[in-house]
């Protein structure tokens, strides 16, 4: 076992323990919240399905990368393999959803029209809806998935394989160029939710300094110093989606090369993997740090 795949192993397997610890805080909360009904905010309900799908990458990615790092590559069978990349592209599927519904959102509220003002008021009340629908959705996109994934190949001619270490992709065909083809038409959808998300941060950028020069003109010093809370929601969405943004650029770069190989090197399927949980943890801590209401209640534990 080669030292760069034990410390691709525990790389993994740290991302992984971060990961399982930010998104079962948050699912508990989020949770709690919406069974009680205390406190619940309009966004809790589409948070709680980018919270669950989160856990799902972390756990479908974090723990085969972490048992093949140490050198156990074939400890899932065909069945197991299938179930694990499949749901894992669901979950980073529902993930891009919802937070381009987040995003898309809180433009929305930042409008000050009245069509605007009447969808902010309106739409909350289908937030747990488009949840689920989403979820309908990426299982019937990615329903090809299982079809391609096959299981441990030790015993099979490895050279028709793209390896994933512990599973494998058969390619539909040996030409780069059609490969790369497929490879932009699966991407479509994803790359159509990207750049609406960056048209909605540049949106959101423009309203907020709109709104600050309006607040500054009209408001007096003191009243100026009162928190504006669609601001700080508004900055945390953009956090958000600019975390989104550059990692899952990065993981589409490091993919796109490995479906362009018809036997990749490893160390590209481990980076486009990392890469592609590292939203699904970072994201947990930003909503963590950023929810007042999460932070008093680890103030009333500590107490």
Request: hydrophobic share 45%.
């Amino acid at each position: 076992m080669a030292k760069a795949d034990i410390e691709m192993g525990v790389a993994f397997l740290t991302q992984t323990a971060a990961g399982v610890l930010g998104n079962s805080c948050l699912l508990c909360f989020y949770s709690y919240t919406l069974l009680t009904r205390q406190k619940v905010r309009p966004t809790d309900p589409i948070l709680c399905h980018l919270v669950f799908a989160n856990y799902v990458v972390v756990l479908s990615t974090g723990i085969p990368h972490t048992m093949a790092g140490i050198g156990w590559n074939y400890f899932l069978d065909d069945a197991a393999c299938k179930v694990a990349l499949y749901f894992r592209r669901v979950a980073r599927g529902v993930s891009l959803n919802t937070t381009c519904l987040l995003s898309g959102f809180q433009v929305s509220k930042l409008c000050t029209r009245n069509i605007w003002w009447k969808i902010t008021t309106t739409f909350p009340n289908c937030f747990g809806i488009c949840g689920f629908l989403f979820w309908i959705l990426q299982l019937l996109v990615n329903v090809y998935v299982p079809l391609r994934v096959t299981g441990p190949t030790h015993r099979q001619n490895v050279t028709l394989h793209m390896h994933y270490r512990y599973c494998a992709i058969e390619p539909t065909t040996p030409k780069p160029f059609v490969r790369l083809s497929q490879i932009v038409l699966f991407l479509s959808i994803d790359i159509m939710c990207l750049v609406f998300m960056m048209w909605a941060s540049g949106t959101m950028v423009l309203l907020l300094h709109r709104h600050k020069q309006r607040v500054q003109h009209i408001h007096s010093h003191i009243a100026s110093r009162r928190p504006d809370h669609e601001a700080r929601a508004t900055r945390i969405i953009l956090t958000l989606v600019s975390m989104f943004v550059s990692f899952y650029c990065l993981s589409a770069m490091f993919t796109v090369f490995v479906g362009l190989h018809m036997k990749p090197d490893l160390w590209l399927v481990d980076m486009s993997m990392f890469l592609c949980a590292c939203f699904s943890v970072l994201s947990s801590f930003v909503l963590i740090s950023t929810d007042n209401r999460i932070t008093q209640v680890f103030h009333s534990c500590i107490e």
